[in-house]
């Protein structure tokens, strides 16, 4: 009787079993026990195509019992080597040289091995491509409001409906999927990738495949990955052109004509995707050359727009191979992984326009992944655009602009350093800052309202007017600038604050880190009433000092002394009610000098 071998392909894809259900195949069937230990090692590592073989082989025992067929396992075991060498075609030759002992004919639906055997003179039946099924079963779980659908054993199906922004998790039905439906699904999926150019196969570890179906991104896991086998697929719902953002005329200006090093930032489904292809067709329809790098290759963009992913594992390998095709700009899909911002900083460096996609929770998350990654004073010749986006719309664009200057809310001049300065890019106003503190790398918010910086503008509110109340006790201050203050004081006090030859506000100065513009203010006024209260106290004298006694509940707060309606000092009430001002301090002898009696003097508790 005749004898079939059938290799690893048509085991697979189902081909033996389909012909034993038609009853084509009457003769002696042989497994060999390579193809079946090749398979048995790829389920081990999780892979799909290794379970999916081992079902085929199940149905074909069957069918072989049914169709009273006979059906033996022939061969060696392959060594360690042998496996490991598999995707050389080690297994394919040891499955090859064994039809030629048998002189049987071999089954295979790899060209390659079909072309190797028939050069060796062995019989080969080759099965051709066939055409790919006409509705592959997830397909009616879609419709065109359908984002991703979730399928996973001992569950109903379930899909996320909307747009970005607004998606909701519906169940599709109440049937509980069960292993075997899964099965079915996973086998039409492999299935149909390889027969059409459509489909490859992105990922392929251990417990996990990912597979790219036209614009249909699937990711089937199992144990030991996960827990139970899931199948979630993708789909994009909405396909983008630029103009549908309704973006301002200045950044379609920079996106078209400077903008080389751009980040498109946002949390998952947010729409960033789905920003990059649009990116990708505008740039294409404009005459440049454009590639992408992904994985997997999900992006929705023209024929003419080059869709690249990792050569041999890796996007290093891709970066040499995009150099000699001379891109004007590369989208690259998911900046992730510490090597990729290595390559894309290395790419644009290189010249290549850059559009990297990153996913980022705020808008500055899109920067901040960079440092560390790269140099710090690389990034603003990586990137110098970032845009958010948010619900599927822009919803922020920053500028990044590299200078050399005193940060915001330092004073010294010697404290200047390289800076890169993040700004808003509509309006043009500075928001963050990074620089070097220290060993550190920090960003740091800066805000334009006096109210909220930092710096000099808390010294004016905390430090300047308290420092100045010894001269006038309620001057104005108005700060001009980060290093510049105004302070206006009564015209009495102007000669007392200046000082001889200017030494009093020369001191003034450095001690505050700021230059003081004086001048004479417009009211006469000795204190505020809205801010103080005159309070009761007792006077005494020691051998060394003035005593004031006030209520003790007056403790730990700041006390003015006037004499004759002259501002004296400023000092804290300590605890139980107790003022003590030393008689050989400046403030003692004036108050020995003024007060001739306790009447001339007043004390003004500040209620803050």
Do not use: W
Request: with cysteine; glycine share 6%; net charge negative.
């Amino acid at each position: 009787m005749a004898k079939i071998v059938a290799d690893t392909s048509v085991i697979i894809n189902g081909y033996i079993t389909k012909q034993l259900e038609s009853r084509l195949i009457r003769d002696e069937l042989v497994i060999p026990v390579a193809a079946l230990d090749e398979l048995q090692a790829q389920a081990s590592q999780g892979k799909e195509q290794g379970f999916v073989g081992l079902e085929e082989i199940k149905k074909i025992q069957k069918l072989c019992q049914q169709n009273n067929i006979a059906i033996q396992f022939v061969g060696q075991r392959p060594s360690l080597d042998d496996i490991r060498l598999a995707k050389h075609g080690r297994i394919d030759a040891i499955i090859k040289d064994l039809a030629k002992q048998l002189s049987a004919t071999l089954y295979t639906a790899d060209y390659v091995q079909g072309l190797t055997a028939e050069a060796e003179g062995i019989p080969v039946f080759y099965q051709k491509t066939e055409q790919v099924p006409s509705s592959l079963e997830f397909l009616r779980f879609f419709d065109h409001t359908t984002m991703s659908v979730h399928l996973k054993e001992n569950n109903p199906p379930f899909a996320k409906k909307g747009r970005p922004g607004m998606l909701e998790l519906v169940r599709l039905e109440e049937k509980i999927l069960d292993e075997q439906y899964l099965e079915l699904i996973t086998t039409q999926i492999l299935e149909a990738s390889k027969i059409s150019n459509a489909g490859t196969i992105e990922i392929s570890k251990s417990g996990a495949l990912v597979i790219q179906y036209a614009d249909y991104r699937i990711a089937i896991t199992r144990p030991p990955f996960s827990e139970s086998h899931e199948i979630t697929i993708v789909h994009p719902t909405t396909k983008m052109t630029l103009d549908q953002y309704g973006l301002s005329p200045k950044l379609m200006g920079r996106l078209g004509e400077q903008a080389e090093g751009i980040i498109i930032s946002g949390r998952p489904g947010s729409g960033k995707s789905t920003l990059a292809s649009s990116i990708a067709n505008f740039y294409a329809a404009k005459g440049k050359v454009v590639k992408t790098f992904e994985s997997p290759r999900d992006l929705q963009v023209g024929k003419n727009v080059t869709q690249y992913t990792k050569l041999e594992g890796s996007f290093e390998n891709s970066a040499d191979i995009l150099l000699l095709v001379r891109p004007d700009y590369t989208i690259f899909d998911e900046v992730r992984q510490r090597d990729d911002f290595r390559v894309f900083a290395d790419l644009r460096l290189a010249g290549v326009g850059m559009v990297g996609v990153v996913h980022a929770n705020m808008p500055l998350d899109g920067i901040q992944r960079f440092i560390g990654k790269i140099e710090l004073g690389m990034i603003p010749s990586v990137i110098d655009t970032v845009v958010f986006v948010k619900d599927g719309q822009i919803s922020k664009v920053y500028n990044l602009e590299l200078k050399v200057k005193v940060p915001s809310g330092m004073v010294e001049q010697d404290l200047a350093r390289p800076v890169i300065e993040i700004a808003d890019f509509e309006t043009g106003k500075l928001e963050y800052e990074i620089y070097t503190f220290g060993e550190e790398n920090v960003i740091v918010p800066v805000s334009n309202t006096p109210e909220n910086k930092s710096g000099v503008y808390k010294l004016a509110a905390e430090k300047i007017r308290e420092s100045i109340r010894k001269f006038d006790p309620n001057p104005e201050i108005e700060v001009l600038s980060e290093n510049n203050v105004r302070v206006k004081i009564r015209k009495d006090a102007i000669p007392s604050i200046i000082g001889k030859g200017g030494t009093t506000i020369n001191e003034i100065e450095k001690i505050l880190h700021v230059h003081i513009d004086v001048q004479e203010k417009d009211s006469s006024e000795t204190f505020s009433e809205n801010s103080s209260m005159g309070i009761s106290f007792d006077f005494s004298e020691s051998t060394n000092s003035l005593l004031f006694e006030v209520n003790k509940r007056y403790s730990g707060m700041l006390a003015e002394i006037y004499v004759n309606d002259k501002y004296l000092a400023t000092t804290r009430v300590a605890r139980h009610g107790k003022i003590k001002l030393p008689k050989r301090s400046d403030a003692g002898r004036a108050l020995s000098r003024s007060a001739f009696s306790k009447s001339d003097i007043d004390i003004m508790i500040k209620d803050s």
